[in-house]
């Protein structure tokens, strides 16, 4: 993810986490005008806030297993459960995991932004992203076509992927002259021992 990708989802968090503590405030949620209107806004915002958590690598902690009254398991998304009065009650959901996981989730976007800043300056990130982008290009295009089928999970891209990185690394030594260093002076010192 860029700087301004991840600035957009720690914007979208802290939004959903202050509606969200607003809504914890209110004294008949689900029925109360002012508490509804602030569940409508969050509603817009809960999709997003659920695929922000997911990148970040929170995706189990935001589901929960419960029993149902007939023994199965059920997996419930406390996310999508603040709108569900019904789930709320039947499984006693605990109104403060939320907050916890969206504070935890901001703490780890706030030092993901603060890595992505340093790089924005980084003129070899860019040419590393931009080249990135152009081997990763044909896979895109496949899969918007229609083919629905998980590229970045086979072994065969993961190799593509890094030749083609060792192939950049390689060009970016000989571009600033490295390569010749590299190749030269260490390789000599190698070869001594």
Same mark, same amino acid.
């Given at each position: 993810m860029t700087y301004f990708e991840i600035k957009n989802r720690l914007m979208q968090l802290r939004a959903f986490r202050g509606l969200y503590a607003d809504f914890l405030n209110f004294p008949d949620r689900y029925h109360y005008t002012p508490a509804v209107i602030t569940m409508d806004k969050m509603r817009v915002l809960v999709s997003q806030v659920i695929q922000s958590l997911i990148n970040i690598g929170y995706g189990? #902690?935001? %589901?929960?297993v419960e029993k149902k009254f007939?023994?199965? +398991?059920?997996? /419930?998304? %406390? &996310?999508k459960a603040i709108f569900r009065e019904?789930?709320?009650r039947r499984?006693?959901?605990?109104d403060e995991?939320? *907050?916890? %996981?969206?504070? =935890? $989730? !901001?703490a780890r976007y706030e030092g993901r932004l603060w890595r992505e800043r340093i790089l924005l300056f980084n003129p070899v990130y860019w040419v590393f992203l931009a080249f990135d982008y152009f081997l #990763?290009?044909? &896979? @895109? /295009?496949?899969?918007?076509?229609?083919?629905? @089928?998980?590229f970045? +999970?086979?072994? =065969?891209? +993961? %190799?593509? *992927? $890094?030749?083609?990185? &060792?192939?950049? &690394?390689i060009y970016l030594l000989k571009i600033s002259g490295l390569y010749n260093w590299l190749s030269?002076? !260490?390789? $000599?010192l190698l070869i001594k021992f």
């Open positions: 189990e #902690k935001m %589901i929960r007939d023994g199965k +398991k059920v997996r /419930i998304n %406390i &996310f019904r789930l709320q499984y006693s959901l605990d995991i939320p *907050l916890k %996981i969206l504070d =935890s $989730a !901001i #990763k290009l044909p &896979f @895109y /295009i496949i899969q918007n076509s229609g083919v629905e @089928y998980r970045d +999970k086979t072994l =065969s891209y +993961k %190799i593509y *992927l $890094a030749v083609g990185h &060792f192939i950049l &690394f030269r002076d !260490i390789l $000599a």
